[in-house]
């Protein structure tokens, strides 16, 4: 607890901090998700958009994201200092204070939306506005911390890239982008629910009624399972709406199949085992994800270059 009040007070007093800490704020790897899937819906949306503007687009995403993650690390603090993955963190460390993070976070926010807004449309700077309020203040302060279903609900705030790319092309939002959103939507409570199996230490220490803390690792799993296979459905949603073809169909049956059979031994599984499989689920989850979606590229490109495949 020493260490904890000790890294709070660090936090609180200190000023500046390198850039590569600012970097840190963003937290880069969720923004290259976020970036991905973003410009994946940008091009596989219908129209087309100059590519000077595609880029700044992208930036804005980029740049909304980074904001959302500095942001959730002002106000994550307190907790981000007791748990062992977080806890290097910039703030908890005292390398960033959180009055400057506050403050490069609300900067970085105004700026992406803005700048998004004036370069494509204000349908797209409004879902990116919503996409920040929504992680900040709907997931980070107000869910994260009071129910089990935080990851689910707040999974909506990672679930928007790709609608507000195919929003910044064409201007609305149709049936494909709202199913590009279910795919992600559907795809992070079990991603993140893996992780929470050999985390659970970690979410109780800090406070965080993450499902298994609270129903319990059979419940978890059980709960993994299930959105598992509605994921697996939902990836086929593309195909359904002629989006896309068979160049994407058979590998998200295959990238379905294995998520599924990965699933559910972890629903057979209990203990050690049960975390190393959870493990293994968690790694594969990112790669499903990425490889999705990529399929989805490539099939939408071969469409407009040769034709329905």
Wanted: charged content about 10%; some cysteine; overall charge positive.
């Amino acid at each position: 607890m020493a260490f904890v009040e000790h890294n709070a007070k660090t936090a609180s007093t200190s000023a500046g901090g390198r850039v590569e800490d600012y970097v840190a704020l963003l937290k880069p790897r969720v923004m290259s998700l976020v970036v991905f899937t973003a410009f994946v819906g940008m091009l596989v949306a219908p129209g087309d958009i100059h590519p000077f503007i595609g880029f700044v687009a992208i930036l804005c995403i980029a740049v909304g994201a980074g904001a959302s993650g500095a942001l959730n690390m002002w106000y994550d603090a307190d907790i981000d200092a007791i748990m062992s993955r977080t806890l290097n963190r910039p703030i908890p460390s005292g390398r960033v204070s959180r009055d400057d993070a506050l403050g490069f976070g609300l900067t970085l926010s105004a700026f992406s939306v803005g700048t998004l807004g004036l370069v494509t449309n204000w349908l797209a700077a409004g879902l990116l506005a919503f996409t920040i309020f929504f992680y900040v203040v709907i997931y980070t302060m107000w869910l994260k911390r009071s129910t089990p279903q935080n990851i689910v609900i707040g999974g909506a705030a990672g679930a928007f890239p790709p609608m507000i790319g195919w929003a910044a092309v064409t201007g609305t939002v149709s049936m494909d982008a709202l199913i590009l959103f279910m795919i992600i939507f559907l795809w992070t409570p079990p991603h993140f629910w893996a992780l929470a199996l050999y985390k659970k230490g970690d979410y109780e220490a800090a406070g965080i009624p993450m499902l298994p803390n609270v129903a319990g690792e059979r419940a978890t799993q059980n709960q993994i399972v299930i959105y598992t296979v509605l994921l697996t459905i939902t990836g086929f949603g593309p195909v359904l709406t002629g989006l896309v073809g068979w160049f994407y169909a058979i590998p998200a049956a295959v990238l379905g199949a294995i998520f599924s059979v990965l699933a559910v031994r972890v629903r057979m599984a209990s203990g050690v085992e049960m975390k190393r499989r959870a493990r293994v689920l968690f790694a594969y989850s990112l790669s499903y994800l990425f490889v999705l979606f990529v399929a989805l590229l490539a099939d939408v490109g071969l469409i407009r270059w040769f034709g329905t495949v």
